[in-house]
């Protein structure tokens, strides 16, 4: 079965950190280029950071730049996203996204983030 799967939301003070993963199965996850994505309530999806193929290159929002980082390892099929600093406007669902070159893509379902004292 072919699924991204994320975990490691979940509540947090601000200021303080989460890792979030996000595992592939079912495709070859290092044809993929991944990227995290969120949508806070009333709000647009919007992207947050994207890691290409072999990780060599990757893209931040500039709400998540020198806060969040991407990573990937192909061995694990696995992405990561940490976050650090967290602040309330953080507080979102997180999805997880593969894109290949030709155009197929796919999403995970989601774990919610939620920053908060």
């Known amino acids: 079965e072919v699924q991204l799967v994320e975990s490691g939301g979940g509540l947090v003070q601000p200021g303080r950190s989460l890792r979030l993963s996000c595992a592939a199965s079912?495709?070859?996850?290092?044809?993929?280029?991944m990227s995290w994505y969120r949508q806070a309530p009333g709000k647009e999806r919007e992207l947050v950071a994207r890691?290409?193929?072999?990780?060599?290159?990757?893209t931040y929002a500039d709400s998540a730049k020198d806060r969040f980082t991407i990573s990937r390892d192909n061995a694990k099929s696995t992405t990561y996203l940490q976050m650090n600093s967290l602040k309330p406007e953080d507080t979102a669902v997180y999805y997880c996204h593969a894109s290949a070159p030709w155009g197929n893509d796919l999403w995970g379902q989601g774990t919610q983030v939620t920053v908060s004292s």
């Open positions: 079912g495709f070859t996850f290092s044809l993929y280029a």
């Open positions: 890691i290409s193929v072999v990780g060599g290159s990757t």
